[in-house]
């Protein structure tokens, strides 16, 4: 079946810009995540979603970070006012539930931040 | 608090020599363990996994066992190839997924 998928691929912008990143889990996955993964570096955890709340958004770096989930399915994240330190890649990862559960990841949208 | 210790990197191997990435955690109870593996440009993908003590999770060659005595979980393979050049993640979820810092493993012909 079909995994997780990201849009887009890659985006390039300018400082200051509002970017909105998309996911869309693997269907019947109730949780989902977000990562960002900084060059050479390792994942630092942003959100998470059980449906479409968030009981955990601890890893938000700042209030220019936002996320939202519809539906139960597609989530976007929004980064407004964007920063060069911004620049990385944003992964998204899905799950049939919390717990420990197997976390499947999509290719990933990278970011870059003029 | 939980935490992913895995070994640093880079490695470098040539091709057909043994492999091992070592990989210890911290955490109560029993964790679910998993190997990541990242290619150039593309999101982590499961390589295997383990959810209980002494199981061995198997994929592609690699292995990797379960052991709780030693909290540990390392990832080996007996003979590298050019293509298993990629970063490999180390993880466990307790209710929180935790990932180690990735180490990056190169195989040279």
């Known amino acids: 079946g079909a995994g997780v998928s990201q849009s887009p691929s890659n985006k390039v912008t300018e400082k200051g810009k509002d970017v909105e990143l998309r996911c869309d889990p693997i269907s019947g996955h109730t949780a989902l995540y977000w990562y960002r993964q900084s060059l050479g570096q390792g994942l630092e955890f942003l959100i998470y979603f059980q449906g479409n709340s968030a009981p955990d958004k601890s890893g938000l770096p700042s209030d220019r970070f936002s996320a939202e989930r519809t539906g139960g399915s597609v989530s976007t994240l929004t980064i407004q006012r964007t920063q060069q330190e911004d620049s990385a890649v944003y992964l998204c990862?899905?799950?049939?539930?919390?717990?420990?559960?197997?976390?499947?990841f999509g290719p990933g949208t990278r970011l870059l931040v003029l | 608090g939980d935490s992913v210790t895995q070994m640093e990197g880079p490695v470098t191997l040539s091709e057909e020599a043994f492999l091992t990435i070592n990989c210890t955690y911290t955490a109560t109870g029993y964790p679910s363990l998993f190997w990541y593996v990242q290619y150039p440009g593309e999101g982590l993908q499961l390589l295997l996994k383990?959810?209980?003590?002494?199981d061995k999770g198997s994929n592609k060659g690699f292995e990797a066992t379960y052991r709780k005595e030693t909290t540990s979980f390392h990832l080996e393979k007996g003979s590298v190839q050019v293509s298993d050049s990629a970063v490999y993640f180390c993880a466990f979820n307790n209710n929180d997924m935790r990932f180690g810092a990735g180490t990056r493993l190169t195989v040279k012909p």
């Open positions: 383990a959810t209980k003590a002494d």
């Open positions: 990862a899905s799950s049939t539930n919390r717990g420990k559960e197997t976390q499947y």
